[in-house]
């Protein structure tokens, strides 16, 4: 069964600074997609970033960017000059070739002024 | 097209009752989830169709729990009998199957309170 993890239930960061949200996922598939998803209250959950298991390169998304370890199975994501829009939910996820999403409970994140 | 929509966005009926959901995919999207997420969890995965074809169930989805996506476009979630545990954000997304995994688009979600 897949799993995904994320540890940090809700975490801070002032603007303008450098905030990382950890996950760690477990997976039977060989080819997989690793995901970070943004839901701020009361809105549509949207797509952060995604990278491709095969790629050892990590993705970057312009403030966006993960660090995926892929022998620890860890993917965290780095989100450089925090701005207030980034206020809200931040959700990993794992994907198969079906695309259906296994994702974890999620990380709070506030961005203060 | 301006992405999946979801109807309604707010549904509260009395336990034992019916309801249905209603989610229109991005128009060109072959590919429509539907996921589960209850308060201060992330979402779980119900059930996908690629086109008109459910391709997989979780577990999660009871006998009391149907969906549909008759002509391969919009589909439906029916939850007969409903149940105070049923009460949850129920999340619809599509996306577009080619030879690559590609981005799945959410919609804004129905939530259903059940008194």
């Known amino acids: 069964a897949q799993t995904v993890t994320q540890s940090q239930p809700e975490m801070s960061v002032q603007e303008a600074e450098t905030v990382t949200l950890s996950c760690t996922y477990d997976t039977s598939e060989s080819n997989y997609y690793l995901f970070w998803y943004k839901q701020p209250p009361s809105r549509q959950m949207i797509l952060v970033i995604r990278?491709?298991?095969?790629?050892?390169q990590n993705a970057t998304e312009n403030r966006f960017s993960v660090n995926f370890q892929k022998a620890a199975k860890s993917f965290s994501l780095k989100i450089s000059d925090s701005q207030l829009g980034d206020t809200a939910m931040y959700f990993c996820a794992s994907g198969g070739s079906q695309g259906n999403l296994i994702f974890g409970k999620g990380t709070k994140l506030s961005v203060k002024p | 097209d301006t992405g999946v929509s979801q109807d309604p966005r707010h549904k509260i009926t009395k336990r034992g009752q019916n309801v249905t959901f209603r989610c229109d995919p991005i128009s060109e999207h072959n590919r429509l989830y539907w996921y589960r997420q209850t308060l201060g969890q992330g979402p779980e995965f119900l059930t996908y169709f690629q086109n008109e074809a459910q391709l997989e169930k979780s577990r999660l989805l009871s006998d009391r729990f149907s969906a549909e996506r008759p002509k391969g476009s919009f589909s439906t979630l029916e939850i007969q009998r409903t149940e105070q545990g049923d009460s949850a954000m129920y999340l619809c997304?599509?996306?577009?199957?080619?030879?690559?995994?590609?981005?799945?688009?959410f919609g804004q979600g129905t939530r259903l309170t059940v008194v």
């Open positions: 997304a599509s996306s577009s199957q080619q030879w690559d995994f590609t981005e799945a688009f």
């Open positions: 990278q491709e298991a095969y790629k050892q």
